[in-house]
């Protein structure tokens, strides 16, 4: 996966647009941060979501966190193999690791998401 293709949200989660689907996931960053994911709760294929808003949650043996939208719209497909093996994630997060795959209604709404030089400049000037 080219990763300079991606867009990316300040709470790591990443898209890929594809016309009228866009397809998510988490960075790699966050996959490091949460070490060795156990669990993910995906949302069910239907489900609308909304950008900003949790759409599922990830956990780790470090911490549980949400998982946000980074675009609004219905949730047309699910990574099941996601939900049935988390730490598959880590090993190819931008690839087989994605998540769920929304479809808007409309031209996506992609202001506040970043290309991958601003949210690498915005990673490092958290500490990590």
């Known amino acids: 996966m080219n990763e300079e293709a991606l867009l ?3 709470s790591h989660e990443w898209t890929r647009v594809d016309g009228e689907v866009c397809v998510v996931g988490i960075t790699r960053f966050a996959v490091e941060q949460l070490t060795d994911v156990t669990y993910v709760e995906l949302p069910p294929v239907g489900r609308a979501v909304t950008k900003g808003k949790p759409f599922g949650v990830i956990e780790s043996v470090k911490s549980a966190n949400d998982l946000y939208a980074p675009v ?8 099941t ?10 090993s190819d997060p931008y690839g087989e690791g994605w998540m769920i795959k929304i479809r808007t209604t ?3 709404d992609l202001s506040g998401l970043m290309k991958k030089a601003d949210y690498d ?5 958290s500490g990590h």
């Open 81 to 90: 193999r996601v939900a049935d093996d988390p730490a598959s994630i880590a």
């Open 72 to 79: 609004s719209g219905e949730v047309v497909e699910v990574n």
């Open 106 to 108: 409309a031209k996506p």
């Open 8 to 10: 990316y949200s300040a």
């Open 121 to 125: 400049a915005q990673t490092a000037a």
